[in-house]
């Protein structure tokens, strides 16, 4: 490597579209609220989350989506609390 770069590439935010021009991936900040939520989305061609890994201050989560609504998630606090949840354990 040729002195003085860098391998490293620093964004807050960084979004790869499709050949339409829509986000179907973001990495970075994903939300705002009490604390900065950082993590990575999967979008549909809709634009709807369908795959997640985020974490804030207090939580981290991995979840997946099926038609508008939360299939599966896996979540667990600051605490180390985990919570499992399957859409399925409630139809």
Request: net charge negative; hydrophobic share 40%.
């Amino acid at each position: 490597m040729a002195k003085g770069r860098s391998r490293t590439i620093r964004a807050t935010r960084i979004e790869v579209v499709d050949g339409e021009g829509r986000v179907r991936l973001v990495l970075g900040m994903v939300g705002e609220g009490d604390h900065a939520i950082y993590g990575v989305l999967v979008r549909n061609e809709a634009g709807r989350d369908r795959a997640w890994m985020v974490a804030d201050a207090d939580t981290a989560q991995v979840g997946l989506d099926y038609q508008g609504d939360t299939a599966a998630s896996l979540t667990v606090d600051y605490r180390g609390r985990v919570d499992l949840f399957n859409r399925n354990d409630y139809t």
